[in-house]
């Protein structure tokens, strides 16, 4: 008989322990609150005259670790190493170091807002450079509610740049789709001569924005779209929708597909069937090593995808001081976090100057003043941002990077492109 | 009226036909003993009562056309069947599976005078009441096999080879229990045995099966004094 | 020994006064307790009840599933949509509760025919077409950006936060469906669904149809899901299509093993390793955590093949193996898992 009840005392236990856990490393109701000693107005939680506190959730396992873990090491390496060299000089003229928190969400929203109450709750002053649509979207409302800033996403999405009115402290920093797709419009229509496309997307909105801004960019030129398709993210081929789109016989596929080895798919059945267009990839599905390669991508006339970072491996940029110094803090600090690169290492490398940019114009230690600075922003050459890219973040509904290049594959990396 | 009754029932697996027309009967409060050699067709008969075999014919049941039935509706209708092989629920002690058999009661008393009746039947399942069913010896679990099935309180019990595999005494002292069993709550049976000794212990009427076909059928002691029934099931 | 009669004599009074502990500290938990920890227990009553849906078709009826975020995810796109169209609440919540059991009912009715891998099998497309479908449905889903309400807010007479506010009503809503299903699965049901799971032959030779037991089974497990669904809007304030996802359930399934299968308190346990671990994981390296849950599920597989639930009787079984080192083990099966249903009705018939 007591075997029948000792478990369910013990588990009890047990979840009380839990809980107790809980308790003990979320600490208790009062506000963890470290106010600065001066100051006209009162500073806000994790900010003092020497240190300012940073979090971040991102997927750091599962399917999306790669870019997931790259969005904190990246910024990690830059942080580190400007603290390093003593701290960020703020607008007020204290000088602080910055901590960055970092937590593993695995692309859960729900472990998102988990994250992100945890992140509040230590008494984190602003949450930076999160990747993920969907625990993005999942944290914004409640961001906004209790006045934290959100900011700086790493999510192609336009929700988090849109409305600045409806979330005013929430930001986006890497393009949305739909500046991609305008991007690959504005090349064609540029070319002035008729062109004819084919275009396969993925079935959401991620798809629907890319389309969107191609086809707003195209509006009334020659440029004509013959044939469209798409894909759904589970389906393990797209050969059909290839196929389909190769009896148009159009002169360039966009092939806004966000699963790589469908990307892969897409270029290998393709010239399999004798079609040999010019051809758009966006940029999460373009790194030459796992698509162009294994997709033969060298058959094809000319393969384009946007860009606005250096790729900090590549040749081209060995003598770059911004590359060279990205990859010294990179070796250093950010490779603790991750060895693999994925081009969101590169960015959030950048967006940590982005915060520092921001930090320098901030006159009061407070979350408010931050979003102030950090929305006013223009004209800014954050390090490892292509030539002619910046920093605008004025725009009331468009992210902190807005401006891509489209970049041509040369057969072993990317190189600048001028036209069609 | 007969409790139940096989008019010209076959039964086949597939395409191939076991039972080519059987007819049998079998009294209220009756048993009846299925002699037969190794495909014959005995299990199989006890199958088509249960509904788990598809058949053709008629099968009556307490008047009531039973065939086509499934076997979830047979037990409900009062047919416990104890398979060969036992089929006792093996995570389950022996109090448990006893009162797994009881399921489609509700007359809780009364079950309860019906465990410990089972466990009087059964002393050895008294010792094991909490042991896992897996634990238990091969006698033993034939032995849980039938109590199981008398807890459901059944008008017919379909008992298939209960010697199988046991020791000699071990079937022995089943089939002294079952024995007591039908004398003690009359309950009507079909008992379907290799050993024809076992089961001339218990049953009073015989039907003896060839190749799926009723070849001798009568009272116990009149096929007793056949010659072929005792050179070919009684050893002599 | 004395000891030991001690408590087992403590164990008799205890067990009631134990209950009342936990109740007495759950209802004052989130008054002392930060919004983040308000949180993180509201959640685990979540994934509590998600836990309990998927237990009672696997580990009570024994039928493999691999389909409940399906039904987290109906559920909570049923409440999301209730809630931007301004329904009663207790109408949102008996549609979230029935909308995916019906759906849970049509599978298994096609499907409860099957076994094992096959049905394994079956379960799987409902997260993997659910997705997809969910995303298409962007009318009603928000698509892949998924659906962000503002819902459950304290009603104004009641002087609590929100955290607050929506830990008692995911609490309160978890505790019923707890002793609901607490009394379902200890009854006659909970006896047929350990029956088809142990021997179909012996069920069928029951009168039992395993067929229609499973399809209840399926049902029930798909119903609890979408009541989780409700919650987990309530908790999170969002869904998306990745609650759906195949992930999600696998992940499920693995907090149902580790907190012990076929028990009420293996489902609370389960949910507790679920929301805890990775926290913990997080706390100690974020970006090894992966690794480290991966690590724990090991070990807990390792030395309680039966989940957490089955720790206290290791220990004790440890402890008495230690104590009579040389005497022989106990005909008792120990290691025996907080499967069986019947214990504690069968016991006192």
Known sequence: ?420 | ?236 | MAGALVRLRAARWSRPALALVVAVLLVLLPLVSSPYVNYQVTTMAVFAVALLGLNVVMGYAGQVSLGQSAFIGIGAYVAGYGTTHGWPLLLTFLLCCLLPGVVGMLVALAAARLRGLALAMVTIALPIVGTPVAKRLSDVTGGSQGLTVSWLDPPSWVALADDQWRYYVVVAIAAVVFLLTRNLVRGRVGRSFAIVRDNEAVALSMGISPYRTKVLAFTLASTIGGASGFLYLAVVQYTSPETLSFGTSINLVVAMVIGGSGSIAGAVLGAVYYVLVPVLAGQLDASRTALLSGAFLLLVLFVLPGGLVSLPRRVQQLLTRRRRRSATPSDDPGDRTGTPVLTSDGRTP
């Open chain 2, 1 to 236: 009226m007969s409790l139940l009754e096989l008019q010209d029932v076959t039964a086949s697996y597939g395409q191939g036909s076991v039972l080519h027309g059987i007819s049998l009967s079998l009294a209220e409060h009756g048993a009846t003993g299925i002699l037969g050699a190794n495909g014959a067709g005995k299990t199989t008969t006890l199958r088509a009562i249960s509904g788990t075999v598809r058949t053709t014919g008629r099968i009556l049941f307490d008047g009531r056309d039973i065939s086509g039935l499934g076997p979830d509706r047979t037990a409900r209708l009062g047919i416990a069947h104890v398979p060969e092989g036992r089929g006792t629920l093996p995570q389950l002690s022996v109090r448990e599976n006893l009162l797994v058999g009881a399921y489609q009661r509700r007359d809780r008393k009364q079950i309860a005078t019906d465990v410990d009746y089972c466990l009087d039947l059964f002393p050895q399942l008294q010792q094991r009441i909490a042991s896992h069913a897996a634990a238990l010896s091969g006698g033993e679990q034939q032995m849980l096999a039938v109590a199981r099935a008398f807890m459901a309180k059944p008008r017919l019990m379909l008992l298939d080879e209960a010697s199988l595999g046991l020791a000699p005494s071990t079937a022995r002292h089943v089939y002294e229990a079952v024995r007591r069993l039908r004398r003690e709550t009359g309950l009507s049976m079909l008992v379907v045995e290799q050993n024809a000794v076992l089961a001339f212990s218990v049953v009073e009427h015989v039907t003896v099966l060839e190749t799926g076909r009723v070849t001798v059928e009568g009272r116990t002691d009149e096929l007793m004094g056949m010659d072929s029934v005792r050179r070919a099931y009684l050893g002599g």
């Open chain 1, 1 to 420: 008989m007591k075997s029948v009840q000792h478990p369910r005392r013990l588990s009890g236990a047990v979840a009380l322990i839990g809980v107790t856990a809980l308790l003990v490393s979320g600490c208790t109701r009062e506000e963890a609150s470290t106010p600065s000693s001066s100051g006209t107005a009162e500073a806000s939680p994790g900010i003092t005259d020497t240190t300012v506190s940073l979090g971040i959730s991102s997927p750091l396992s599962g399917a999306t670790a790669g870019p997931g873990s790259c969005t904190v090491a990246g910024l990690d390496s830059f942080l580190e190493a400007k603290n390093a060299e003593g701290g960020f000089t703020f607008g007020d003229g204290k000088t602080r170091k910055v901590t960055l928190e970092y937590l593993d969400d695995a692309y859960d929203p729900a472990k998102a807002v988990a994250n992100f109450r945890q992140l509040v709750n230590k008494g984190i002053f602003a949450y930076v450079g999160a990747l993920g649509t969907p625990t993005n979207a999942a944290v914004m409302p409640i961001a906004n509610q209790q006045e934290v800033p959100q900011v700086l996403l790493t999510a192609g999405a336009g929700e988090f740049s849109d409305d600045q009115q409806a979330n005013p402290w929430t930001s986006g920093f890497v393009p949305t789709y739909t500046t991609e797709g305008a991007a690959f419009g504005k090349l064609l229509v540029d070319a002035n001569q008729p062109i004819t496309v084919a275009t396969l997307v993925q079935n959401d909105d991620y798809g629907t924005g890319y389309l969107d801004g191609f086809q707003s960019a195209i509006e009334g030129s020659q440029v004509k779209v013959l044939d469209s398709a798409t894909y759904e993210p589970t389906d393990t081929s797209v050969d059909g929708q290839v196929t389909q789109l190769a009896a148009s016989k159009a002169d360039v596929l966009l092939s806004a597909v966000s699963v790589t080895p469908l990307q892969v798919g897409v270029l290998t059945k393709a010239q399999s069937l004798g079609w040999k267009p010019r051809i758009f990839l966006p940029s999460n599905t373009s790194t030459p090593a796992t698509v162009l390669q294994p997709g033969g991508a060298a058959a094809y006339p000319d393969v384009y995808t946007p860009s606005f970072a250096k790729t900090p491996a590549s040749p081209a940029f060995a003598n770059d001081p911004d590359v060279q110094a990205y990859n010294t803090a990179f070796e250093q600090y950010g490779s603790k976090i991750t060895k693999t690169y994925t081009p969101h290492c590169a960015w959030s490398y950048a967006e940590g100057a982005v915060l520092g940019e921001a930090f320098s114009t901030m006159e009061e230690p407070t979350r408010e003043a931050f979003m102030t600075s950090l929305r006013s922003i223009s004209g800014f050459q954050a390090p490892l941002l292509l030539d002619g890219i910046t920093i605008d973040t004025t725009k009331e509904d468009q992210a902190a990077v807005f401006t891509v290049n489209l970049v041509r594959y040369n057969g072993t990396g990317y190189e600048p492109v001028q036209g069609y």
